[in-house]
């Protein structure tokens, strides 16, 4: 009850403070994939599912930040940004903890791994993933720090330079998703045609974090110009 209160304390005296500290525990929760993929190509599922325990952890811990955050939100007056932008960008900081529970989910549940010949350039993806994630993260953070200086316009061009950024790295999560997937198909009739669907899903599922971090920026940017 006293963690809550004080939350809730300094949700209303800097609400961009406690967003910030829920991106950090998305994040969190992001940079457990590639242990989780080492492990799952490797055929390691019992420290797999450890990997996975951790992780749901990490998301319940989120998902309760999130509860406070909502609950505890001051509006009109009290506000120097938009509530909604503020929800909206809980929102989508939210979005990457719950993909990435649901991409060790399906691996793990199906004991998914990738052709061996292409883990290597899987790994690379979910790293540059986990990069576009803690850039988003950067960006969030420096909006924090802007919005103690009244947001002003040196610190908003900071922030967009941040941002582009992030941008350029969905663009390459995007082209080495592509990658993988003409590779992928290579391997097709090594693979069931159920695991090769959901192998599929996964890179999808892979790629819509790094998705979730650009938007968690296109918000951040939002609030530095409001």
Not at 20 to 33: F, G, R
Not at 85 to 94: A, I, K, P
Not at 130 to 152: H, K, P
Request: charged residues 30%; glycine residues 4%.
């Amino acid at each position: 009850m006293k963690v809550r209160t004080a939350l809730s304390e300094v949700i209303i005296s800097s609400p961009l403070a406690v967003l910030e500290e829920h991106a950090k525990s998305c994040a969190s929760c992001v940079a457990k994939l590639p242990v989780f993929f080492q492990e799952a190509q490797a055929g390691k599922w019992s420290r797999a599912e450890k990997v996975q325990k951790e992780v749901s952890e990490l998301e319940s811990a989120a998902d309760e930040l999130k509860g406070v955050v909502r609950q505890n939100m001051p509006r009109g007056l009290w506000m120097s940004v938009s509530r909604t932008d503020l929800l909206e960008l809980v929102r989508m900081q939210d979005k990457m903890a719950n993909d990435t529970k649901d991409v060790v989910g399906l691996s793990l549940g199906r004991e998914l791994a990738f052709p061996a010949p292409l883990e290597k350039q899987v790994i690379k993806y979910i790293s540059t993933v986990l990069d576009c994630v803690n850039a988003a993260v950067e960006v969030v953070s420096a909006t924090r720090e802007l919005s103690r200086t009244a947001f002003g316009a040196r610190q908003v061009k900071a922030i967009a330079s941040k941002s582009a950024a992030v941008e350029r790295l969905e663009r390459k999560t995007d082209d080495m998703q592509s990658r993988l997937r003409a590779k992928l198909r290579g391997h097709e009739d090594k693979l069931s045609p159920i695991d090769a669907i959901f192998l599929y899903q996964l890179l999808t599922q892979i790629g819509d974090i790094a998705d979730s971090a650009e938007k968690v920026t296109h918000r951040a940017q939002i609030i530095a110009n409001s």
